[in-house]
């Protein structure tokens, strides 16, 4: 199992990026893909969780209305699309994936399989 994320820069207050969760050695339909972010001298925190199998998403209401999440279960991948970024979003990007595909969207239990992040930055 593979995960590579993607995507990460500097864009300015009000811009937006897409980051991207490249995955291989599964199916997405089979597993639990969540999008986390960490930010300096904080906890990693819940973005936004998507179960491809029925289409089931969750997004955290710190970001609600301005990023929201996507599958392409062709390509293995799933996107985060940010709009009207805030300073505040300032973090590192992390991708997960679980074969227990009904789990909440929640960071415990602790997810199978994680990416190595990518850095986004939100600053003019």
């Known amino acids: 199992v593979h995960i590579v994320e993607s995507g990460g820069g500097l864009v300015q207050p009000g811009g937006s990026l897409r980051v991207s969760c490249a995955t291989s050695?599964?199916?997405?339909?089979?597993?639990?893909i969540g999008w986390f972010r960490q930010a300096p001298e904080k906890g990693r925190e819940v973005v936004s969780c998507?179960?491809?199998?029925?289409?089931?998403?969750y997004t955290a209401d710190s970001v609600k209305g301005r990023f929201s999440i996507s599958a392409d279960t062709a390509k293995n991948t799933v996107y985060l699309q940010m709009q009207d970024l805030k300073p505040e979003d300032t973090a590192v990007y992390y991708c997960?994936?679980?074969?227990?595909?009904?789990?909440?969207?929640?960071?415990?239990?602790?997810?199978?399989?994680w990416g190595q992040g990518t850095q986004v930055t939100v600053s003019s």
């Open positions: 997960a994936a679980d074969s227990l595909v009904y789990r909440l969207c929640t960071l415990d239990p602790v997810w199978d399989y």
């Open positions: 050695g599964f199916n997405l339909d089979d597993f639990h």
């Open positions: 998507i179960r491809s199998r029925d289409g089931t998403i």
